[in-house]
Nanobody
Framework: VQLQASGGGLVQAGGSLRLSCAAS????????MAWFRQGPGKEREFVAG????????HYPDSVKGRFTISRDNAASTLYLQMSSLKPDDAAVYYC?????????????????WGQGTLVTVSS
């Protein structure tokens, strides 16, 4: 599956941004999907995950209550709605697809990655 992330940009602290990830090539609904992020000098970090149906979502404490992951299987698109953004949220955000519904916080679980979209948060 090929993934194309978009929607990044510059936003003020406290603001909101919505990322999208368009999938093509293979049935999107087969995959567990996730968003990761990587800031300068930092390791890639799990941000949100969603199962094939959209019925189960997962977040680390750092974004819980502020970020919402969702998917539209008919449109083969993954979303990440981010609100109450903080300067610490600034990073390149990547969407990723995995054929298994386990170990979803681990980057090496995911076989397919989008190219990343940059989110900058000004204080």
């Amino acid at each position: 599956v090929q993934l194309q992330a978009s929607g990044g940009g510059l936003v003020q602290a406290g603001g909101s941004l919505r990322l999208s990830c368009a999938a093509s090539g293979r049935p999107f609904s087969r995959y567990f999907m996730a968003w990761f992020r990587q800031g300068p000098g930092k390791e890639r970090e799990f941000v949100a995950g969603i199962d094939w149906s959209g019925g189960s979502t997962h977040y680390p404490d750092s974004v819980k209550g502020r970020f919402t992951i969702s998917r539209d299987n008919a449109a083969s698109t993954l979303y990440l709605q981010m609100s109450s953004l903080k300067p610490d949220d600034a990073a390149v955000y990547y969407c990723a697809a995995s054929g298994i519904n386990a170990y979803y916080t681990r980057a090496n679980t995911y076989a397919y990655w989008g190219q990343g979209t940059l989110v900058t948060v000004s204080s």
